[in-house]
């Protein structure tokens, strides 16, 4: 079974930075996309970027700059880290795992920027 485990989450200050940490287990998939979203309260959930197998990242251009996604090869965990971070980036975080079968979404980490 596909197992997908955020975590990283936490109160940070204004202009600090967070780095998320997405681990998935029980896949034996060579080829895959894991991605990230963002869910402000009270809005639908939005796309954050990605990376594929081959190692390829992606992310969206209002995030370009602040947000990199990258891997640790070989134990299928990607990083999300989030630089110069602005209150409106309050949101649970989540991480989604794609086998080209199925998508296996984790619990989602809570990220909360305030001073």
């Known amino acids: 079974q596909v197992q997908v485990v955020e975590s990283g989450g936490g109160r940070v200050q204004p202009g600090g930075l967070l780095i998320g940490p997405c681990s998935v287990s029980?896949?034996?998939?060579?080829?895959?996309?894991m991605e990230w979203f963002l869910q402000a309260p009270g809005k639908k959930r939005e796309w954050v970027g990605g990376?594929?197998?081959?190692?390829?990242?992606y992310v969206k251009n209002a995030m370009k700059g602040r947000f990199t996604i990258s891997r640790v090869i070989g134990n299928n965990t990607v990083f999300l880290k989030m630089d110069n971070l602005k209150p409106d980036d309050t949101a649970v975080y989540y991480c989604?795992?794609?086998?080209?079968?199925?998508?296996?979404w984790g619990q989602g980490t809570q990220v909360t920027v305030s001073s």
């Open positions: 989604k795992f794609v086998d080209g079968h199925n998508d296996y």
């Open positions: 029980g896949s034996t998939s060579s080829r895959y996309e």
């Open positions: 990376i594929g197998s081959r190692g390829i990242t």
